[in-house]
């Protein structure tokens, strides 16, 4: 089946430092990879998003490529803030022949920041 | 646009009482799903519908109903709750079939405990 693996946190950074979030799936064929945030007492939304393999997504300054060889979609950003802080969710939504698509989420990696 | 709301916020139910949960969207979404989160569980669908009344079972479907009776509400029921349903609940909609493009758009979720 479809699954999703992400590394566990928390992750606790100091302003400005580099942020690595690892994500690796298990799918067949070609799924559409997500990455999705949750900020504290809020819903999730779409934070970026690539649909083939070598696609990159990105979306207020974090990035993720689509490694089809590793089966991997990791999430970078460059120098985080304090207000970056939420839990970090990678998906996928798999090939579907009906043409409509399910996630399957990973189990969240919670992000803290510190000044 | 309110995009998606639940209601209830919060909920306290006793085992064995019934309740049910609120999603409604306004950006005339196709696709509505019913999430829960538990803590180091990641987010499992519980049900989804591709359209006004349909409805279709997804990872965890027990212990639970669902209706869509109209196309911008998507009902969740539980019958006889049980501790084993205490959770954050979330409602998610889309609009697009394309597993490609396909974004889901959550609401800000119901915290339910039962007792």
């Known amino acids: 089946g479809n699954s999703v693996t992400q590394m566990e946190g928390p992750v606790t950074l100091s302003e400005e430092a580099f942020l690595t979030i690892n994500c690796t799936y298990t799918?067949?064929?070609?799924?559409?990879l997500f990455w999705y945030v949750q900020y504290p007492g809020e819903g999730l939304q779409l934070l970026l998003k690539a649909t083939k393999a070598d696609d990159k997504g990105s979306n207020k300054g974090f990035e993720a490529t689509y490694r089809k060889e590793t089966t991997s979609f990791h999430l970078e950003k460059g120098s985080v803030q304090v207000s970056d802080s939420a839990v970090y969710f990678c998906?996928?939504?798999?090939?579907?022949?009906?043409?409509?698509?399910?996630?399957?989420f990973g189990k969240g990696t919670m992000l803290l920041v510190s000044p | 646009n309110a995009g998606v709301t639940q209601t209830p916020k919060f909920r306290v139910l006793k085992t064995g009482q019934s309740m049910t949960l609120l999603c409604a969207q306004d950006?005339?979404?196709?696709?509505m799903y019913w999430y829960r989160q538990d803590p180091g569980m990641g987010l499992r669908l519980i049900h989804y519908s591709v359209g006004e009344g349909t409805t279709a079972k997804g990872e965890v479907p027990d212990g639970y109903n669902v209706s869509r009776l109209k196309k911008q509400n998507f009902l969740l029921g539980l019958e006889s709750a049980a501790p084993s349903q205490t959770s954050v609940y979330f409602c998610?909609?889309?609009?697009?079939?394309?597993?490609?493009?396909?974004?889901?758009?959550f609401g800000p979720g119901t915290r339910l405990t039962v007792l």
């Open positions: 998906a996928l939504s798999p090939v579907m022949n009906s043409g409509y698509s399910t996630l399957t």
């Open positions: 998610a909609s889309s609009y697009s079939r394309d597993y490609r493009t396909d974004t889901q758009y």
């Open positions: 799918a067949t064929g070609y799924p559409s």
């Open positions: 950006m005339n979404h196709e696709y």
